[in-house]
């Protein structure tokens, strides 16, 4: 069981640091591109608090996906 457990944590660690590095990709594309603005009908006073969200939310995510990775040496 705990193979399986070590597998799994260190899965859904990759899928989470995934997910944070998109969010922040995606942050600064928010910021840098007017066209991906204008799609998501972002106003330029709204961009920054965009770009804070996505930050925040992309560096939590791989600091959580990070922990999962390393915290599995320590089951045993």
Known sequence: MG???RAVSQFIGLIQCGLGGVASVFAYLVYASPSIRDALSVTPNEVYLYMF???VFGMFSILSGLLLIREEDSWD
Do not use: D, K
């Open 3 to 5: 193979e399986v457990r």
């Open 53 to 55: 969200l996505l930050l």
